[in-house]
């Protein structure tokens, strides 16, 4: 996947994130949890844009953490509605699948960056 294609899927994500918060309920839970979600779930998508602007292979791999972080952030709170059941689990599911899986893109891409910075010095 390039970047362009990882740009546009994490912006997906960010509206599927949207999109699930307009459906939780407006309980204390459900309200607390939405406002977390909607900011790593869309900082996700920020945040890797501004990677593809690093001006070098350590400022990249900083930034490459901060997507990670919000990823892995979202995927608590996508773990905790479907636990909570604050929505069915058809809804939650998809979503949570594909939050796990910018984790794990994101953390391969951090352990390549690191290890080809420190195979360069």
């Known amino acids: 996947m390039n970047p362009e294609e990882l740009k546009d899927r994490t912006k997906q994500f ?5 999109k699930l918060v ?11 949890i ?5 900011r790593c779930g869309t900082s996700v998508a920020a945040n ?3 990677t593809c602007r690093a001006r ?3 400022e990249f791999i900083a930034k ?4 990670l972080e ?4 979202a995927l608590l709170w996508l773990e905790l509605i479907g636990e909570a059941n604050l929505l069915p689990a058809k809804r ?9 899986e910018l984790v794990a893109i994101m953390a391969a891409s951090r352990k390549s960056a690191a290890s080809n910075l420190k195979s360069a010095i």
């Open 14 to 18: 960010a509206l599927r994130i949207l």
């Open 22 to 32: 307009a459906a939780l309920p407006k309980t204390v839970e459900g309200r607390a």
């Open 34 to 38: 939405a406002n977390q979600l909607v």
């Open 48 to 50: 890797y844009r501004a």
């Open 56 to 58: 070098s292979k350590a």
């Open 64 to 67: 490459i953490g901060v997507v």
């Open 70 to 73: 919000e990823a892995d952030e």
């Open 92 to 100: 939650v599911d998809p979503i949570r699948i594909e939050a796990n």
